[in-house]
C-alpha cells in the first residue's frame, strides 16, 4: 500500500474516534462547570454516528494506511453497549490495536467485556491521589479509589500495562508528582505526566500553567533516577524513560515546550462524524453526510485521501499567547 503523506510527508497512521461528547466528570481544562451545566445541549443521539457508521470509516481509513483506532469521547464508556463497536473494530483489515483513553468511572464493570471484545489496551485519566485535590479537579467530588478498581480490573483483564495520564497545572497538582509516581512504580503501568495545553477556548490556559516536562523530568528524577528510552513507534508522542532502580517506566507528553507536529500522524474523528486533522483546530470536515448522503465507498475513501494531503497543521510549534485565543473545537468534542 503506498502511504497517503500531507504537507509535511507524515503519513495517516492513527485514528481517534469520539464515540459521544458527553462526559460524567466536569474537569476544568475540558469540561468546566459553568459552560458544561444542566442546560447544556449534547447531540441529539440521531446526531451521532452508529457503530455501523463507524465501522465503515474505520475499513476506509484503514485502506489508507491508519492501523490503531482509539475510541474517545467525552467519556466513550457512556456510550451504551461499547463492545459491539469494539468487537467490530477488531475484527478489520489493517486494524491491528483498537485502544481506549476513559476516565476510569465506570471501567471496573467493563474491562472484561472490553477485553473479550477485542480491546488491546487502555489509557485512564488520574490527576491525583488525594480525594480533595481530585475531588475538585473532575468537580463532581469523584474519588480516586474507584478509578485505581478501574485500572485493577482492566490489569486482571489483560490490558496490560495500563497507561494513566495526568495532566499537571501549576499551583492546582503539581505538588502530587512524586506520590503519583510512587504508587505506579511497582504496579506494572506506565504513568505519562501531560503538559496542560490550550485545547478549546473554555479552560482559560495560560503558559504560566503550564509545568514544563523538564521540571517534571527533574522533580522525578530527584527520587528515583531515570534513563531514556527509544520511542516504541514512528509518531510515539511520549518521551519514555525508565527508572533505573527496573521499577517500571513513565512517559513526558510536552505539546507545549517540546512540539512533535512534525511526527504527527493521528487523524480525530469526532462524535457526529466531522474528520479533525489537528487537535488544535478550528473546525472539521463532514463525513457524516457523505455516509447518509448514499456516497460510495470510493468517493468516501477519496475524500479521506484529499482532506490528509492538503493537511499542514503545525499547531504546537506556531503557539503563542494569540493563537491561545483562536476558536478551537473543544477537548470533550474531538476526544483529546
Known amino acids: 500500500m503506498t502511504a497517503t503523506l500531507d504537507q509535511r510527508a ?116 488520574l490527576d491525583a491521589l488525594d480525594d480533595d485535590v481530585f475531588g475538585a479537579i473532575n468537580d463532581v467530588g469523584f474519588p480516586v479509589a474507584r478509578v485505581l478498581a478501574g485500572i485493577d480490573a482492566a490489569a486482571d483483564a489483560g490490558l496490560t500495562p495500563v497507561k494513566v495520564n495526568m495532566v499537571v497545572r501549576r499551583g492546582v497538582n503539581d505538588h502530587c508528582l512524586l506520590p503519583m509516581a510512587d504508587l505506579f512504580r511497582h504496579r506494572g503501568h506506565t504513568l505519562r505526566f501531560i503538559e496542560f495545553m490550550d485545547v478549546g477556548t473554555t479552560n482559560h490556559w495560560t503558559l504560566n500553567d503550564v509545568v514544563p516536562v523538564a521540571e517534571i523530568l527533574r522533580t522525578i528524577e530527584a527520587s528515583w533516577p531515570l534513563q531514556p528510552l527509544q520511542p516504541n513507534h514512528q509518531g510515539e508522542v511520549a518521551a519514555r524513560y525508565r527508572y533505573r532502580d527496573g521499577a517500571g517506566e513513565i512517559g513526558l507528553i510536552a505539546s507545549v515546550t517540546r512540539p512533535f507536529c512534525a511526527s504527527c500522524t493521528r487523524a ?66 474531538i476526544g483529546g
Request: hydrophobic residues 40%; charged residues 30%; proline residues 3%.
Open 10 to 125: 507524515r503519513s495517516l497512521r492513527d485514528l481517534r474516534i469520539s464515540v459521544t461528547d458527553r462526559c460524567n466528570f466536569r474537569c476544568g481544562y475540558c469540561m468546566p462547570k459553568e459552560l458544561f451545566g444542566r442546560g447544556f445541549a449534547f447531540l441529539p443521539r440521531a446526531e451521532l454516528l452508529s457503530f455501523e457508521e463507524i465501522t465503515r470509516l474505520a475499513r476506509l481509513f484503514a485502506e489508507q494506511g491508519v492501523t490503531k483506532v482509539r475510541l474517545t469521547g467525552g467519556e466513550p464508556l457512556l456510550r451504551r453497549d461499547l463492545e459491539r463497536l469494539v468487537e467490530k473494530l477488531a475484527v478489520l483489515d489493517g486494524i491491528t490495536d483498537v485502544a481506549l483513553t476513559t476516565n476510569g468511572a465506570m471501567l471496573a464493570g467493563k474491562a472484561r467485556a472490553l477485553a473479550d471484545a477485542g480491546l488491546t489496551r487502555v489509557t485512564v485519566s
Open 268 to 333: 480525530r474523528l469526532s462524535a457526529e462524524g466531522k474528520l479533525h486533522t489537528c487537535l488544535f483546530a478550528a473546525g472539521g470536515h463532514d463525513l457524516r453526510a457523505l455516509l447518509r448522503g448514499g456516497a460510495s465507498d470510493e468517493e468516501i475513501a477519496r475524500r479521506l485521501r484529499s482532506i490528509w494531503i492538503a493537511r499542514a497543521d503545525r499547531y504546537s510549534e506556531a503557539r503563542s499567547p494569540l493563537t491561545a485565543r483562536r476558536p478551537k473545537v473543544e477537548m470533550s468534542y
